[in-house]
Nanobody, 120 residues
Framework: DVQLVESGGGSVQAGGSLRLSCVAS????????MGWFRQAPGKEREGVAV???????GYADSVKGRFTISKDNARKTLYLEMNMLKPEDTAMYYC???????????????WGQGTQVTVS
């Protein structure tokens, strides 16, 4: 079974930073895509950043220049470095993994349980 476990969320003041991690097990880490998504209360889930096996990356416009996605294949860990956080970044953040088409469309079969980020 594929398991994705996020960590690193928390409460920070606007302008602060957080680093999220997602450890993947049971997943062929060097294939397909992995990504970060978020969902705020009352809003739809949205894609934040995606990275593929060749480390090609895409970001949502709302986070460009502030967030950085990366992965460590040896540690089977996906990261999201979040800087200059804003109150509107407050959401539950999820990592996802699957074929790139599924990740890009938000229809991944594999999701983590989420980690809460609150910016005040």
């Amino acid at each position: 079974d594929v398991q994705l476990v996020e960590s690193g969320g928390g409460s920070v003041q606007a302008g602060g930073s957080l680093r999220l991690s997602c450890v993947a097990s049971g997943y062929t880490y060097d294939k397909g895509c992995m990504g970060w998504f978020r969902q705020a209360p009352g809003k739809e889930r949205e894609g934040v950043a995606v990275i593929d096996a060749l480390d090609r990356i895409g970001y949502a416009d709302s986070v460009k220049g502030r967030f950085t996605i990366s992965k460590d294949n040896a540690r089977k860990t996906l990261y999201l470095e979040m800087n200059m956080l804003k109150p509107e970044d407050t959401a539950m953040y999820y990592c996802a993994a699957d074929q790139c088409q599924r990740v890009a469309s938000g229809t991944s079969r594999y999701w983590g349980q989420g980690t809460q980020v609150t910016v005040s």
